[in-house]
């Protein structure tokens, strides 16, 4: 995955156990979707970011990524500095209509951010 300022790598085998993984735990369709995408795609290097065209499939992928950047299964460059960052920080934070987490860097700027609950 990439933005502006940060790409974000995993190996095609941490993402697809990642997504196994939950779909034996949740059994979403949304997830098995983002997996077939995936598996179809016989790339050497798979740029999930053009991968996904959906907004849903977008949203499940940003799921997975985070759900890998928080176990220390992903590599973070930061493009405008051109190192690989040591360290990411996870906030959990709650608003009176939303709870998600913040994905950041050791200097507080954002990598990505989910939304997990909307009240």
Do not use: P
């Amino acid at each position: 995955m990439e933005n502006e300022t940060f790409i974000v790598f995993t190996t095609y085998k941490l993402f697809v156990d990642n997504c196994k993984l939950f779909i034996k735990e949740h059994d979403l369709d949304w997830d098995k979707d983002l997996l077939k995408l995936f598996t179809a795609d016989n790339s050497k290097i798979i740029y999930a970011d053009s991968l996904t065209k959906t907004n849903m499939n977008k949203s499940r992928l940003i799921f997975r990524m985070a759900d890998l950047l928080e176990s220390g299964q992903c590599l973070v460059y930061n493009k405008q500095k051109k190192l690989l960052e040591k360290l990411v920080d996870t906030e959990i934070y709650t608003t009176s209509f939303v709870n998600g987490r913040r994905i950041k860097t050791k200097e507080k700027y954002l990598i990505l951010e989910t939304v997990d609950g909307v009240y």
